[in-house]
């Protein structure tokens, strides 16, 4: 636990059973006496990419308000401090199973289970997603920021945005070293991501036909690179999907954070007739006095 005064502020990781992995996420299981310049003022001072405060029980142990704020922002919808609030509230409670968070963008069911061992788990189901365009002069802007020649991408998935809680817009490297390869202008970045509503970027590249590598700027939030982001990654199962990139019924590996030293792993599925994406990973109480 995080000392914020009268605040119980957990620590959690999300997407990785170790805590060194995946993604951190702040907790506050109680933030029902909390205005928003507080809760923002406590996703500041932990320095997570985000934190997720329950502020209000809506069935005991079950049913939640969850809001999620970035150290510069509140966001409408945050996968990994999804995956972390339901943990953390399965091991308080004692009970994994069901549980529905009511976000900002919308109804969240989420599911956790334990395995023999100990690990959690954590499965969320997104709301309805969609997929648009992006005009050609603002992804010129954003390969200039990134300062990612055209000629870097892979043709066979062409840059979108997409929207599943919120929206990320979805840029496809051509091979391994691309990816690995990212130092961007920071400030041209965001000012593209706050005129286009984006809270990250997705960046890909397809090592099979079902497994991918990504990696996240998120500058808007005040963090150059999320480890691990949820959010994104169900974006990305409905831009398969509308792509037809995959078949209606698949199970997509998502592997974020290797190139900051934060290996996570989700585990993204697609249901025919479905249209809303489930999302699943890992997740782990973080010690007290660890990164």
Request: glycine share 10%.
């Amino acid at each position: 636990m995080t000392s914020f005064t009268d605040v119980e502020v957990l620590r959690y990781t999300a997407f990785s059973s170790d805590p060194a992995g995946g993604n951190p996420a702040g907790v506050v299981l109680d933030a029902s006496g909390l205005d928003d310049a507080r809760m923002l003022a406590i996703a500041a001072g932990l320095g997570y990419s985000e934190t997720a405060f329950l502020t209000e029980e809506l069935e005991p142990g079950r049913a939640y308000t969850i809001r999620y704020f970035s150290p510069f922002a509140e966001v409408p919808f945050c996968g990994h401090a999804t995956v972390a609030t339901a943990v953390a509230l399965a091991e308080r409670n004692g009970q994994p199973g069901d549980l529905v968070f009511e976000t900002p963008a919308g109804t969240v069911p989420t599911t956790v289970t334990v395995a023999d061992d100990g690990v959690y788990r954590a499965t969320l189901t997104s709301v309805e997603p969609h997929v648009e365009e992006i005009a050609a002069a603002d992804l010129t802007e954003a390969l200039a920021a990134l300062d990612w020649p055209a000629g870097d991408l892979d043709p066979a998935l062409p840059p979108r945005i997409a929207y599943a809680g919120a929206r990320h817009l979805i840029v496809a490297a051509g091979t391994r070293e691309r990816l690995a390869d990212l130092s961007y202008d920071f400030d041209r970045l965001a000012a593209l991501m706050r005129r286009l509503d984006l809270t990250t970027l997705q960046l890909v590249w397809r090592a099979d036909p079902t497994t991918f590598h990504v990696r996240d700027p998120f500058p808007v939030g005040g963090v150059v690179e999320d480890p691990a982001t949820g959010a994104a990654g169900a974006a990305f199962g409905a831009y398969l999907r509308e792509h037809g990139s995959v078949p209606d019924e698949a199970v997509v590996t998502l592997h974020q954070g290797e190139d900051m030293g934060r290996p996570g792993v989700l585990t993204v599925e697609l249901r025919a007739g479905e249209r809303r994406i489930r999302v699943s990973g890992t997740g782990a109480r973080i010690p007290d006095g660890s990164a």
